[in-house]
């Protein structure tokens, strides 16, 4: 049989995907989020409810949003509310099992920026910002990380969502939900998980071709490395054909999908503006 070709964000979408288990209630946002928690309901989590931040509930949109109220998303929905009731009735009541969100900075606790790169009056680039991630990453059972273009750094330039703030007990201290905070983060080498006293992260698992030393070269501290350290497994052809079909400019790579997205975001701003 012929091997199956994949890109990086192919292999962070297949293997983030197995963190949903059939029934789990999963908000998630758009970009690789989106394609992990589509992927699942696909495949082993058929009985997953994906909601959005906008409003809709039990979507099975037949491609990838570009925004969080993408009419793609009202394929298939069970029912719509607006934002306040997401936030009130849904994910502030402890209801979301699983929230997915994408990673600009992140320091060695899983506090995450997702504002700005350098100073924030003087910033050297402006991101997407935090959207309802505090609240998501405030209140969800399990909180899985998606880092495409992201980085580790030691201290982060700006507290977008916090996960364990200085590490050990602090996030209970400071009011959050037990229990909740960051489990998982999908980089584009390997999977970090984070340690069940201290909270610091660690490498749990690399992905075919890559090395815990090429790894730990892109980490600012000393990274510990899990003893039980595994490869993470390729994906499948099934897989890569399922997200190829539902979010062809993920698998395209980023210059690729920034050539693709442009086009549909200027479009959408025309048909609006005349």
């Known amino acids: 049989m012929a091997?199956?070709?994949?890109?990086?964000?192919?292999?962070?979408?297949?293997?983030?995907?197995?963190?949903?288990?059939?029934?789990?209630?999963?908000?998630?946002?758009?970009?690789?989020?989106?394609?992990?928690?589509?992927?699942?309901?696909a495949t082993h989590a058929p009985n997953c409810v994906i909601l959005t931040e906008a409003g809709l509930v039990g979507i099975e949109p037949f491609r990838n949003p570009l925004h969080?109220?993408?009419?793609?998303?009202?394929?298939?929905?069970?029912?719509?509310?607006?934002?306040?009731?997401?936030?009130?009735?849904?994910?502030?009541?402890?209801?979301?099992d699983v929230t997915f969100l994408g990673v600009g900075q992140i320091d060695r606790y899983g506090n995450m920026n997702s504002t700005v790169f350098g100073d924030y009056r003087d910033f050297r680039?402006?991101?997407?910002?935090?959207?309802?991630?505090?609240?998501?990453?405030g209140y969800a059972r399990k909180a899985v990380l998606t880092m495409r273009g992201g980085k580790f750094v030691e201290k982060v330039d700006y507290l977008s969502s916090p996960?364990?703030?200085?590490?050990?007990?602090?996030?209970?201290?400071?009011?959050?939900?037990p229990g909740s905070g960051p489990k998982v983060v999908y980089g584009t080498r390997g999977v970090f998980r984070f340690h069940e006293e201290s909270r610091e992260i660690y490498l749990a698992g690399v992905f075919p071709g890559h090395s815990?030393?090429?790894?730990?070269?892109?980490?600012?501290?000393?990274?510990?490395?899990?003893?039980?350290?595994?490869?993470?497994p390729p994906p499948?052809?099934?897989?890569?054909?399922?997200?190829?079909?539902?979010?062809?400019?993920?698998?395209?790579?980023?210059?690729?999908?920034?050539?693709?997205?442009?086009?549909?975001?200027?479009?959408?701003?025309?048909s609006r503006a005349s």
């Open 212 to 232: 815990v030393e090429e790894i730990k070269a892109e980490v600012p501290w000393d990274l510990m490395v899990a003893e039980d350290l595994e490869e993470l």
């Open 163 to 177: 996960g364990y703030l200085e590490g050990y007990d602090a996030r209970e201290k400071a009011g959050f939900p």
């Open 68 to 96: 969080i109220a993408d009419p793609t998303c009202t394929r298939g929905y069970t029912y719509s509310c607006d934002m306040i009731d997401i936030f009130s009735t849904i994910v502030n009541r402890g209801l979301v």
């Open 3 to 41: 091997e199956v070709r994949y890109t990086e964000s192919e292999i962070i979408v297949a293997n983030a995907a197995k963190e949903i288990e059939d029934g789990d209630i999963v908000v998630i946002g758009q970009g690789i989020p989106m394609a992990a928690g589509v992927l699942a309901k």
């Open 236 to 270: 499948t052809r099934e897989e890569v054909e399922l997200i190829r079909e539902f979010a062809p400019e993920i698998a395209a790579g980023r210059k690729l999908q920034l050539e693709l997205s442009i086009p549909r975001i200027l479009s959408i701003i025309s």
């Open 125 to 137: 680039m402006r991101m997407m910002g935090a959207g309802g991630a505090p609240e998501f990453f």
